[in-house]
Nanobody
Framework: QLQLVESGGGLVQPGGSLRLSCVGS????????TGWFRQAPGKEREWVSA????????MYSEVVKGRFTVSRDSAKNTVYLQMNSLKPEDTAVYFC????????????????????WGQGTQVTVSS
């Protein structure tokens, strides 16, 4: 059983930066694919990024590519999402999620491949 806890959200001005953290407990994040999703009010959940088990595969949605960077600190069992050049449309609750232990999944897993989810952290981009 893997538990995921996100933090790092907050209020930031357009053009600013935030770094979200996703701390795992119960399993090593080296043994799962970790994804970031977001959900804005009145909108469907949207996939943002995925980090593969090896750490070599880093995938991004087109709307965040070039602005967001996903990374992992294995010693802290933590995955980060560095968000730069934030825009008002990035406002959402951000969730981290992971696949099952050592599951074989594509570089961009299907949403149903994710079996563990955090509680989310609010990101608000506004002046």
């Amino acid at each position: 059983q893997l538990q995921l806890v996100e933090s790092g959200g907050g209020l930031v001005q357009p053009g600013g930066s935030l770094r979200l953290s996703c701390v795992g407990s119960g399993l090593s994040l080296n043994d799962v694919t970790t994804g970031w999703f977001r959900q804005a009010p009145g909108k469907e959940r949207e996939w943002v990024s995925a980090l593969g088990r090896s750490g070599d595969s880093r995938m991004y949605s087109e709307v965040v590519k070039g602005r967001f960077t996903v990374s992992r600190d294995s010693a802290k069992n933590t995955v980060y999402l560095q968000m730069n050049s934030l825009k008002p449309e990035d406002t959402a609750v951000y969730f981290c999620a992971s696949t099952a232990w050592r599951a074989r999944v594509p570089d961009i897993p299907r949403t149903n491949d994710y079996v563990y989810w955090g509680q989310g952290t609010q990101v608000t981009v506004s002046s």
